[in-house]
C-alpha cells in the first residue's frame, strides 16, 4: 500500500472524531481498528519490538536533535503491510503536545 493510502485512511478515521481531554487511548483504538480494516497490520505500542532497545529515534525537545534512547521505545502504532513496516504513528493523549510552533514540557515528556 502507498503512503498516501494510508494517509487517507487515518485523515479519513479522525476527521469528525470527538477528541477532548485525555482522548489519546480511545483515539487510539479507533486509528487501529481503521487500519485493520483497510487491511493492514498496526502493531500497538511496537510489541513485536520493530525498534532495538537504545535505538537512537527521539528528537529532544531542547535542542531538537536526535538523542540516544536509554531502553527501547514504544511507538503507538507500527503498521505493517505484507509484514513490512510501512509507518511509525503516534498518538497524543494531551493534545496540548501538539503545536503549531515549539513542544510543550509536560511531566518532562
Given at each position: 500500500?502507498?503512503?498516501d493510502a494510508l494517509e487517507d485512511i487515518i485523515r479519513s478515521a479522525?476527521?469528525?472524531?470527538?477528541?477532548?481531554?485525555?482522548?489519546?487511548?480511545?483515539?487510539?483504538?479507533?486509528?487501529?481498528?481503521?487500519?485493520?480494516?483497510?487491511?493492514?497490520?498496526?502493531?500497538f505500542e511496537d510489541s513485536r519490538g520493530f525498534l532495538r532497545p537504545?535505538?537512537?529515534?527521539?528528537?529532544?525537545?531542547?535542542?531538537?536533535?536526535?538523542?540516544?534512547?536509554?531502553?527501547?521505545?514504544?511507538?503507538?502504532?507500527?503498521?505493517?503491510?505484507?509484514?513490512?513496516?510501512?509507518?511509525?504513528?503516534?498518538?497524543?493523549?494531551?493534545?496540548?503536545?501538539?503545536?503549531?510552533?515549539?513542544?510543550?514540557?509536560?511531566?518532562?515528556?
Amino acid at each position: 500500500m502507498a503512503i498516501d493510502a494510508l494517509e487517507d485512511i487515518i485523515r479519513s478515521a479522525v476527521r469528525g472524531y470527538p477528541v477532548g481531554p485525555k482522548s489519546g487511548n480511545q483515539l487510539h483504538r479507533h486509528l487501529h481498528d481503521s487500519i485493520v480494516a483497510a487491511g493492514l497490520d498496526p502493531d500497538f505500542e511496537d510489541s513485536r519490538g520493530f525498534l532495538r532497545p537504545g535505538e537512537a529515534v527521539w528528537r529532544d525537545k531542547h535542542s531538537g536533535k536526535v538523542v540516544e534512547t536509554a531502553g527501547r521505545r514504544r511507538i503507538d502504532l507500527v503498521v505493517r503491510d505484507g509484514g513490512r513496516v510501512i509507518a511509525l504513528i503516534e498518538v497524543e493523549s494531551d493534545l496540548n503536545d501538539l503545536r503549531e510552533s515549539g513542544v510543550s514540557n509536560r511531566s518532562g515528556h
